[in-house]
């Protein structure tokens, strides 16, 4: 039996390392994306609204292909839902050439959409891949160890931004550009254009790679592909189930709290290094500094969650850092000092569970509808798009009831890690015992 198991565990070596760079690729994409808000806002002269405009643009494409990708999988396989998320997010990211060529905003909020059409498709199709390699018992802790490489790629994403973009960028202030004249613009414009697009033609290229090794490898088979589905009962089991009905909400909240933090650090920490004489485009490097700071945090954090979920409920431990997670948002609300940007980089320790863990006690238990079940929890990645720009509405109000916007505005994720507690407490091994 023991000689079984590990022949199977030998079996399933080579397709968790391959699905799991897809976490790692995902990643990448998501935080090279988030301090294009700002670097978009000054380079089309935009206010932040406009900007997380990108953002919208970005989980959208999450949101309009989760349900199509998981009718595709259960057709045909993990494996070409894989591949099909590989060639749109290369599609989408080489598309920023013919963006560039235009010289207008649009047409990147394009390419961003159809580039997270194929995010949608990986994440439908790696997140139930990696839970069925093995046994049901360590579903959770394997996903959480899978997502431990997601905030790897992060790294990367942030550190290219920062040292090939924003470190490159036209040192002009938002303001000394929209001073400039139209030509001048334009020709500020499309140079910063050309910097902006170069890591993303190759990422475009490395995505290729990692298609081509994905189609000359074996993947496992798994069961219930080429089945007729019956949409509307499928939907009708899911939503009788509490733990998943709940976790789709929990993870729409997530989703968009973890993007609130990270997109809007920059102009947080932006804010608080201006009002202390320094420059603009030095200040949005250093922020962009404490974005990677909170980067490293939330990877080291996932490592040691996957550890402790060994010994701890899991809906336990989402609860206790759910709670940290909003003591520490409180805190990045009330101080006007470094001490609130310390306490916007520590909740990121807190949310380096969460994705994962609302995911894997969501899909407990729901059987064959595991594949729609994805989709719907792909789905609430919305909460990205969503979200996001409520709080640059807020942000862009400059100043409410003598505190700037901008402190102000992390109410709202707050309010979101509130919901996650809410769901914590509900699911099986509640915290509240």
Not at 188 to 210: N, Q, T
Not at 275 to 283: D, N
Request: contains cysteine.
């Amino acid at each position: 039996m023991k000689n079984e198991s590990a022949a199977k565990s030998i079996k399933y070596i080579l397709p968790f390392i391959l699905v799991t760079s897809c976490f790692a690729l995902w990643g990448f994409a998501n935080d090279i994306t988030n301090p294009m808000v700002k670097a978009f806002s000054k380079i089309f002269r935009m206010s932040v609204t406009d900007g997380s405009l990108v953002q919208v643009a970005f989980y959208g494409g999450y949101f309009a292909m989760a349900v199509p990708a998981a009718l595709f999988i259960r057709r045909f396989s993990y494996k070409a839902g894989i591949m099909t998320g590989l060639a749109l997010y290369a599609a989408g990211s080489l598309l920023f050439m013919p963006a560039m060529e235009t010289g207008s905003y649009y047409p990147f909020l394009g390419a961003y959409f159809i580039l997270t059409c194929g995010l949608s498709f990986l994440e439908t199709s790696c997140n139930p891949y990696i839970l069925s390699l093995g046994d049901r018992e360590s579903a959770t802790r394997r996903l959480n160890l899978a997502q431990s490489f997601n905030p790897i790629g992060s790294l990367a994403g942030m550190f290219v931004a920062m040292n090939f973009i924003q470190n490159r960028l036209n040192p002009m202030s938002t303001e000394e550009r929209a001073t400039l004249g139209e030509a001048e613009f334009e020709a500020v414009r499309d140079a910063d254009l050309s910097i902006l697009v170069e890591p993303y033609v190759i990422i475009g290229a490395v995505i290729l790679v990692i298609f081509a090794l994905f189609a000359f490898t074996k993947m496992p088979t798994e069961k219930g592909t080429h089945e007729k589905l019956n949409f509307s009962l499928s939907i009708k089991r899911l939503a009788a189930i509490k733990n998943y009905r709940n976790g789709v909400i929990a993870q729409f909240f997530y989703v968009g709290a973890q993007i609130m933090c990270w997109t809007f650090i920059i102009q947080y920490g932006t804010q608080l290094f201006t009002s202390q004489g320094m420059e603009e485009q030095s200040a949005e490097v250093l922020s962009q500094g404490y974005n990677i700071a909170a980067m490293v945090l939330f990877c080291c954090s996932r490592f040691i969650c996957t550890y402790l979920l060994r010994f701890i409920n899991p809906g336990r431990l989402l609860g206790i850092f759910s709670v940290a997670a909003a003591c520490f948002t409180i805190g990045a609300i009330v101080f006007q000092n470094i001490y609130g940007l310390y306490s916007l980089v520590a909740v990121s320790a807190c949310m380096s569970l969460m994705f994962p863990t609302i995911y894997g006690i969501a899909l407990e238990n729901v059987g064959e509808e595991a594949k729609l079940g994805a989709a719907g929890l792909i789905m609430a990645i919305l909460g990205g798009s969503v979200l996001p720009p409520l709080q640059a509405m807020i942000i862009d109000m400059g100043e409410i009831l003598g505190m700037p916007a901008v402190n102000i505005s992390f109410i709202l994720p707050l309010i979101s890690f509130i919901v996650i507690f809410l769901y914590a407490k509900s699911v099986k091994g509640e915290v509240a015992k």
